[in-house]
């Protein structure tokens, strides 16, 4: 593939005048965290029937508990994972402290509500012998463990972290005549596949300028990662002593 040219954008710099916006739609990846975790809590009372006997699905109560527990945690774990994909296109803000918490831990406390409630039903529970109280017992343990695990947000991103990351005129941003993305990144993917010849580089107040009001979720991405290696790499690297 031919290189592309790549020109400066003419004018003086500037920072961002607007709440950067990340490529995506976070309405639409909530919405589906909700309703994977609807379907969680679903199968949690599944279980908890099953468990209390009032309903069989399977020859084995065992064999019902398992089933619904897996698949609690397959919808649970899938919802917090479509909830973490919306935060870090559209965070919450810092400036509240209590929502940016929630915010970023919902789908670990959504996990605990839909494990612990069937683990405290599988111990109190008398009518259920040993064998299917203990294999009930780890197997519930083991998934709310996974889906918490897989919930948590080790790297939380705030308005506040996105704004001056990306909103400092100091850093280059690239786009093409076409479009209304930015990107981080000249060698992206996205700005390679473009018909235009030219890719021109300015900071993201000339790229909204130029009618570019999204970064690119790709170059957003490898962003992250770069920035989690490097944090990575800093907790591994031990200090030196002066």
């Not at 500037?14 to 919405?31: D, H, T």
């Not at 994909?85 to 940016?100: C, M, V």
Request: hydrophobic share 45%.
């Amino acid at each position: 593939m031919e290189e592309k040219k790549i020109v400066r954008a003419e004018g003086e710099r500037k920072p961002a005048s607007s709440p950067v916006k990340v490529e995506g739609n976070p309405k639409a990846l909530r919405i589906g965290a909700v309703a994977c975790w609807v379907i969680a809590i679903v199968f949690e009372v599944l279980c908890v029937l099953i468990i209390a006997g009032k309903i069989s699905m399977f020859s084995q109560p065992l064999t019902g508990i398992i089933v619904t527990l897996v698949v609690d945690m397959i919808f649970a774990l899938g919802g917090s994972l479509l909830w973490k994909k919306a935060n870090h296109i559209d965070p919450a803000s810092e400036a509240n402290k209590t929502k940016f918490w929630l915010w970023n831990n919902l789908g670990v406390i959504i996990t605990a509500l839909a494990f612990v409630p069937v683990i405290i039903v599988i111990l109190c529970n008398k009518n259920i012998d040993k064998k299917t109280k203990a294999i009930g017992t780890v197997v519930a343990v083991i998934a709310m463990a996974i889906a918490g695990v897989g919930s948590y947000d080790f790297n939380p991103v705030s308005q506040e972290e996105l704004q001056e990351t990306y909103g400092n005129p100091d850093l280059d941003v690239y786009w093409v005549a076409t479009g209304e993305k930015y990107h981080t990144h000249s060698d992206c993917q996205h700005l390679k596949s473009s018909t235009q010849e030219e890719i021109v580089v300015g900071s993201i107040g000339q790229a909204e300028e130029a009618g570019k009001t999204e970064l690119c979720k790709t170059c957003f991405k490898r962003d992250q990662k770069e920035k989690e290696a490097v944090a990575n790499d800093a907790l591994e690297t031990p200090a030196v002593e002066e």
